[in-house]
Every structure is written in structure tokens, then in C-alpha cells.
């Protein structure tokens, strides 16, 4: 089964407002990453987040890790149309070792 | 950052051939390359993970007589799809490793479609 959920599965909103996607998994981890893909597209990696941080921020991305409730939040801020994409997390068990996805959600940002 | 391709981005095959995908790590040297299956609308399923010299490890439920993974050297695996069916169709996407790192860079993705 797989390690981390995601919710929502869809999200459409507006450009200029934010975006909140959620994740959570199942066991102890080392890291968790969040990726977007456009459609039929390879992986971006946006960015990681270690077990022992709790926030982080890249550009309009904001990113938050619970790992008492084992849960992850990715805020797109002032989203554009460009942000259309399938968003991933994905959790590491160990240093560089294999990732498990989330199921992912949908972002659409209507112009 | 680091960058990582894959060869070819799409192929169409007949039922029963076999059909080979090369990732390629353009700028570093990857001891450890994963391999992933993505269906149309569903997540990345990690396959297999090849280790530079070594047999790769698989998944539960891949079979590895049908995806043949050779990771011949630190810059370049392969997946060999073998008697590819129609159910094999897919997106298959590699990542490599960064050294000492957490990251994981991957290929745009090859498309599998079998007729």
C-alpha cells in the first residue's frame, strides 16, 4: 500500500489565491519530499523537508511537517495558471534511499 | 542541479517484443538508480532499485524476468521491458540518486504503448 496520502485528490481555484494540499503516511521517515509533474510530464522536485524541521519556505511554496500527526502540508501562495499540475509527496525511510508517492492532487488555477 | 535523461521519450511496439530504456545521469555519478511506473491519472509505483554493479532489487509483485535492469555503470541503467504486452503500457520514469544526498533527480519519463 502507499506510504502517503494526499487530500484533496482535486483542487481548482482562482489565480492569486492560495493553494493548500495535504499528506500523510503511515511510518517513521527521514525526509519527505514534494514534487509537481505537468501532465504527462517527468518530476520537479520542489523541495525536501527533513524529519527534524518543522517548516520551510521556497518562493511561494511553504511547506510543513507534523511528524507526531505524520502529516505534511505544501502551500502554494498567489497561485498562477502556470501552477496547473499534479502535485506529489513522497517520504524517505532512510537517507537517499527509495521514495514512496502519495497519490497525489490535482491543482487546476483558473486564469 | 543535477540532471538526468532518459532514452527514448516515447515508443510504440507490437505485442511480444522487447523493448529497452536507457537513464542517464548527465553530470554526476549514481551509484543507486530507482526506477518507477506511473499509470495515466495514478502515482509513482517504485519498480526496482539498481545499485551500480550489483543485481537490482525488486518490488513485490514486479516480476524480474520481465523487467530486466542492468546498471552496467555509474552514469547509465537500463530497463529492458521483455515481451512487452499490452498491460505494460505505462510511463516509466528513472531517478538517480545525488551522492551523499537525499534528493533524487529524475528523467523526464519514457511512454510505453503497446499495441
Known amino acids: 500500500s502507499q506510504q502517503g496520502e494526499e487530500d484533496p485528490q482535486a483542487l481548482s481555484i482562482q489565480e492569486g489565491e492560495n493553494a493548500t494540499m495535504n499528506c500523510s503516511y503511515k511510518?517513521?521517515?527521514?525526509?519527505l519530499q514534494w514534487y509537481r509533474q505537468n501532465s504527462g510530464r517527468g518530476l520537479v522536485h520542489l523541495i525536501l523537508i527533513r524529519s527534524n524541521e518543522r517548516e520551510k519556505h521556497s518562493g511561494r511554496l511553504r511547506v510543513t511537517l507534523d511528524t507526531s500527526k505524520k502529516s505534511s502540508s505544501l502551500l502554494i501562495t498567489a497561485s498562477r495558471a502556470a501552477d496547473t499540475a499534479s502535485y506529489f509527496c513522497?517520504?524517505?525511510?532512510?537517507?537517499?534511499?527509495?521514495?514512496?508517492f502519495g497519490g497525489g492532487t490535482r491543482l487546476m488555477v483558473k486564469p | 542541479g543535477a540532471v538526468v535523461s532518459q532514452h527514448p521519450s516515447w515508443v510504440i511496439c507490437k505485442s511480444g517484443t522487447s523493448v529497452k530504456i536507457e537513464c542517464r545521469s548527465l553530470?554526476?555519478?549514481?551509484?543507486?538508480m530507482f526506477w518507477y511506473r506511473q499509470f495515466p491519472k495514478q502515482s509513482l509505483m517504485l519498480m526496482a532499485t539498481?545499485?551500480?554493479?550489483?543485481?537490482?532489487?525488486?518490488e513485490q509483485g514486479v516480476e524480474k524476468d520481465k523487467f530486466l535492469i542492468n546498471h552496467a555503470s555509474l552514469t547509465l541503467s537500463t530497463l529492458t521491458v521483455t515481451s512487452a504486452h499490452p498491460e505494460d503500457s505505462s510511463f516509466y520514469i528513472c531517478?538517480?540518486?545525488?551522492?551523499?544526498?537525499?534528493?533524487?533527480?529524475f528523467g523526464p519519463g519514457t511512454r510505453l504503448t503497446v499495441l
Open positions: 553530470d554526476f555519478q549514481a551509484t543507486t
Open positions: 539498481s545499485n551500480e554493479g550489483s543485481k537490482a532489487t525488486y
Open positions: 513522497a517520504t524517505g525511510l532512510s537517507a537517499g534511499n527509495m521514495l514512496t
Open positions: 511510518t517513521s521517515i527521514n525526509n
Open positions: 531517478s538517480a540518486r545525488s551522492p551523499g544526498g537525499n534528493e533524487q533527480f
